[in-house]
């Protein structure tokens, strides 16, 4: 074949092999239906409450399990926890720091997830608290010295993966400490890559492995994977803060963002010990439909993250419509405890209609169990938060982040449902 005709072929065949370019036109989404959340799979309706928290929901809790998260091990593992310090000092006085470090089990080689605590000094009683993972290790939260800094893998290639002095409060912006302290809240926080790394390495570094079986290697088609640990860390977490004497657990409201923020929807429907639950950004996965065309995929995250979800999930790439499930039913396992979701006006990645759409999909359920659900029925406009029913959402201005004005609406309504 002469060369140009085989560079013309390559190229051909290149571009055959592209993926689908990302659909951003609101009018180039295609029509869908979505599962009903309040009929069982067999088709049979659900008639009442007790109805749906005996069949439905762990009907639905083993679909999201079995096909897009992963099983979580039901094996509990013996949490070691160590003091490593104490500071009634902190932040000017304004609170009490502790550092604990939560071995996940007995061996002394037992990998370990550092909880950083932030308690609000002056308080009567025990304190309600957000709980929350970071991306760059507890340091980057605060600019603040004592902060141990993680020994885990960090994405930072230029620094060959290991966490730095100089990250110190680097993601401070997200983590508006003394502002969520001074209206009476706990902040709690771990890095998730202390649960499990986030790089797809066959499930031989993080927690997967202390559930092998004998002679297992990976987790099976239908276990857990990246999503599902940082899901189990959560939970683990609230294991401590149960134990923690000034911290009300029955209080504790959990948030994420982005990956994390689906890996907290995740760790809110399984574990309902979390009172309230904030998705942020969470998008594909998280929040935002599946069936919705409209910025990223699951063939593309999938893709992109091959770890996040579990080996049956890959067989929806391109095939939203098959799924069993859809988004809105993740949701709507939160219910009837307060669930928030929000999105931002430059997010489009995520699709924040579709992630509106997913809360206002779960709002059936919140009325069957005798809650005002989501009190608004269009997306809201920007800046314009519904915050008074007990599932509240808003979109901001600017781009996937969180900032103060994020916190300052969890705050409110957090402040709706546990300060009566
Ligand atoms: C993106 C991914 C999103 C979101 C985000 C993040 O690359 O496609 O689903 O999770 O990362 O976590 O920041």
Request: aromatic share 10%.
């Amino acid at each position: 074949m002469p060369r140009y005709l085989f560079g013309t072929l390559f190229l051909l065949l290149s571009l055959a092999a592209q993926p689908p370019a990302f659909n951003y036109d609101e009018a180039k989404v295609p029509k869908y239906t979505l599962p009903d959340p309040l009929v069982m799979a067999d088709g049979t309706p659900v008639k009442d409450a007790a109805m749906w928290t005996k069949k439905r929901r762990p009907e639905i809790l083993e679909l999201f399990a079995e096909q897009v998260y992963g099983h979580t091990p039901k094996t509990r593992l013996k949490l070691r926890t160590e003091v490593l310090e104490i500071d009634k000092t902190a932040h000017g006085g304004l609170a009490t720091r502790k550092q604990v470090r939560v071995w996940f089990g007995p061996a002394a080689d037992a990998p370990f997830m550092d909880l950083l605590i932030y308690m609000p000094n002056g308080m009567k009683g025990k304190v309600p608290a957000f709980l929350g993972l970071n991306f760059g290790g507890n340091h980057t939260i605060q600019p603040d010295t004592e902060i141990r800094v993680t020994k885990s893998w960090v994405s930072s290639k230029a620094n060959n993966f290991q966490a730095s002095e100089k990250d110190r409060g680097a993601g401070s912006s997200r983590w508006p400490v003394d502002l969520v302290l001074k209206r009476g809240y706990a902040v709690v926080t771990a890095y998730y890559g202390d649960i499990d790394p986030d790089f797809d390495d066959g499930f031989k570094n993080g927690v997967q492995p202390l559930f092998y079986k004998p002679g297992q290697t990976k987790p099976e088609a239908n276990e857990w994977g990246s999503l599902g640990a940082w899901a189990w860390g959560l939970s683990r977490a609230m294991d401590v803060l149960e134990k923690e004497k000034e911290i009300d657990s029955t209080r504790v409201v959990l948030h994420g963002h982005s990956r994390l923020g689906k890996a907290t929807l995740w760790a809110g429907a399984q574990d309902q010990r979390f009172a309230i639950v904030i998705s942020n950004d969470s998008g594909e996965g998280g929040a935002a439909l599946a069936r919705r065309k409209f910025g990223e995929t699951t063939a593309r995250i999938n893709t992109s993250f091959p770890h996040w979800f579990d080996g049956n999930f890959k067989q929806y790439n391109d095939k939203e419509d098959t799924i069993p499930v859809d988004q809105h039913m993740l949701l709507a396992l939160i219910a009837p405890r307060p669930l928030y979701v929000d999105s931002a006006v430059e997010d489009a990645w995520a699709d924040p209609r579709g992630e509106f759409l997913g809360a206002l999909g779960a709002d059936p359920v919140y009325r069957l169990l005798g809650m005002p659900g989501l009190l608004v029925t269009e997306h809201p406009a920007v800046e314009k938060p519904s915050l008074d029913g007990t599932i509240g959402y808003h979109i901001r201005n600017g781009k996937h982040d969180v900032t103060d004005y994020d916190w300052t609406q969890w705050m409110n309504f957090a402040d709706r449902h546990l300060k009566k």
